[in-house]
């Protein structure tokens, strides 16, 4: 199975930082690689996928870079709402994989 | 808008089978794959298996042998179970909309939390 490293684990920010989140996949796995939010007590909402394409309707402060192994979420204003548990996942191969999640939290 | 919608006992004893349900509405249970994935209370996520309309799976091997992934399209609905369970199958299951070709998970349903406890 591919493996998903995220960094860091957890992390504080304010609003209006700009943040980034890395995965990085044990493999190559092209650009088929997505990322989801999540907040407490909720499924995770799709926001990134083929890397960089954003899904409808996820706001434009949210950005998503890199191909092969290394990928990054950008959040570049972050506002109140974002503070949750970031998610990085492939699809390029069985079985799916996660990364084991960013929680940015409130400084 | 297409939603979905887990069903199915919360408790569970150990060594008995976990049966879930998802009911899905705003669209047709065909032309896509489903997929069950679950999330141990305070940690990551595990993608178990999915099904796609006409009927073909895929597990994870890590679950494999103690996991079967049904459809029922004339309910609108694709199933889960899980047998011989343990403590350590207590999370927070959620069915979702991709698979196959794809492995794009686009659609959750809101998970339901299920306990193996006796």
């Known amino acids: 199975a591919i493996r998903m490293t995220q960094s860091p684990s957890s992390f504080f920010a304010s609003t209006g930082d700009r943040v980034t989140i890395t995965c990085r996949a044990s493999?190559?796995?092209?650009?088929?690689l997505a990322w989801y939010q999540q907040k407490p007590g909720k499924a995770p909402k799709l926001l990134i996928y083929a890397a960089s394409t954003l899904q409808s309707g996820v706001p434009s402060r949210f950005s998503g870079s890199g191909s092969g192994t290394d990928f990054t979420l950008t959040i570049s204003c972050l506002q109140s709402e974002d503070f949750a548990t970031y998610y990085c996942q492939q699809y390029y191969s069985y079985p799916l994989t996660f990364g084991g999640g960013t929680k940015v939290e409130i400084k | 808008q297409v939603q979905l919608q887990e069903s199915g006992p919360g408790l569970v004893r150990p060594s008995e089978t976990l049966s879930l349900t998802c009911t899905v509405s705003?669209?047709?249970?065909?032309?896509?794959?489903w997929s069950w994935i679950r999330q141990p209370p305070g940690k990551g996520l595990e993608w178990i298996g999915y099904i796609s309309y006409s009927g073909s799976t895929n597990y994870n091997p890590s679950l494999k042998s103690r996991v079967t992934i049904s459809v029922d399209t004339s309910k609108n609905q694709f199933s889960l179970k899980l047998n011989s369970v343990t403590a350590a199958d207590t999370a927070v299951y959620y069915c979702?909309?991709?698979?196959?070709?794809?492995?794009?998970?686009?659609?959750w349903g809101q998970g339901t939390l299920v306990t193996v406890s006796s």
């Open positions: 979702a909309r991709g698979g196959g070709n794809s492995g794009l998970i686009d659609y």
């Open positions: 705003g669209g047709s249970i065909s032309s896509y794959y």
């Open positions: 493999q190559g796995i092209s650009s088929y």
